[in-house]
């Protein structure tokens, strides 16, 4: 149980909320969790209960009793992850192709968060584990976790903030003329509800793109996202009539370009998963506040990719 805090409101907060006021005094947790606790009982005003709404006036006595958090059902697992940083508050994974990341209906176990339980058992007591983002199924690279309460808040909030900066390597179809940004809403797709699509009611997307390489019949990118959606990546570059080199969702029929070479046949008839890796991640740490950042190659299904697309090309008069 994390121990109990007494604070004193100050004087300059007199005249708001009450859970204006507690947001301010304990920035380490979310404005959501303190209101249930307030709604719960375990924050008192002067020994007694008060409502979120209700203004304060400074001087007043507040007592906060945190309570553990158990957040998951889900059964810790061991898993060989490849953790390429940790410390006390936080650690980052590179997560590999074909490993989902959330429990959920068809994978229920051997998920990334049943293996971060197993090697951080307090995750259990966090949202989700403490995992701050996502990566589809289909998608290599860096994820980020925090490992307390406090590293968890100070994460989320940074992430919303848009102060975590996320960069991507991407194979899409079609030769781009040069990079730009996507700005397009996102939202569940009206038939289809297992799919995302670009949609006028839909929330803000942001994606920046530039172009590395052009090839053949194919473009190389690096891709920087300023919001985060599902799917938002492979959507906004099907959107571009671009859709990432083996997309099973947003891509359609696979298309092997005229004139392919042997090999470069082979190697899209055999991607089976969208082009697609976190290679950048950078953040500041939720303790410190030193900037901190990670880069990692792409696994070897997509180097054999570029190096295909590479030798195709070299080949074309």
């Known amino acids: 149980m994390p121990e109990a805090q007494q ?23 979310s404005r959501s969790r303190l209101k249930s606790w307030l709604l719960q009982g375990f924050i008192t005003v002067d020994e007694r209960a008060m409502r ?3 203004a304060v006036t400074g001087g007043e006595s507040v007592l906060l009793q945190p309570q553990p958090e158990t957040a998951l059902t889900s059964e810790p697992e061991a898993q060989d992850l490849d953790i390429i940083f ?15 990341v959330h429990p ?10 049943n293996g971060l339980l197993h090697h951080v058992p307090e995750l259990e007591r966090l949202p989700r584990a403490g995992i701050i983002h996502r990566l589809d199924k289909g998608t290599s690279g860096l994820l980020l976790v925090a490992k307390t309460l406090e590293a968890h808040t100070a994460l989320v909030r940074a992430l919303a903030e848009r102060r975590i ?5 991407a194979v899409c179809g079609g030769v781009l003329t040069g990079g730009g940004s996507i ?5 569940r797709h009206p038939v289809d509800r297992l799919k995302m699509s670009v949609q006028q009611d839909g929330k803000p997307a942001v994606t920046h793109y530039r172009v590395i390489k052009r090839f053949a019949a194919h473009t190389y990118t690096s891709v920087q996202l300023e ?8 959507v906004h570059f099907a959107h571009l009539r671009h859709a990432l080199v083996g997309d099973q ?29 976190a290679e950048k991640l950078a953040f500041e740490h939720p303790q410190s506040g030193k900037k901190i950042d990670f880069k990692i190659a792409p696994p070897a299904d997509f180097a054999d990719l570029l190096s295909a697309l590479a030798e195709d090309s070299e080949t074309r008069p």
């Open 249 to 277: 969702t947003y891509g359609g029929r696979l298309a092997i370009p005229a004139g392919a070479s042997d090999r470069l046949r082979n190697t899209l008839r055999q991607f089976r998963r969208q082009a697609l890796h």
């Open 52 to 54: 979120p709404r209700d």
């Open 183 to 187: 700005n397009e809403p996102i939202g």
């Open 86 to 100: 940790a410390d006390a508050e936080c650690l980052v994974v590179n997560k590999p192709v074909g490993l989902v």
């Open 7 to 29: 604070k004193t409101v100050p004087a300059e907060l007199s005249g708001q909320r009450l859970d204006q006021a507690l947001a301010r005094m304990f920035p380490e947790y």
């Open 165 to 169: 900066a996320r960069h991507y390597l």
């Open 227 to 234: 919001t985060g959606r599902t799917h938002q990546i492979r």
């Open 104 to 113: 959920g209906a068809g994978n229920p176990r051997g998920t990334l968060l």
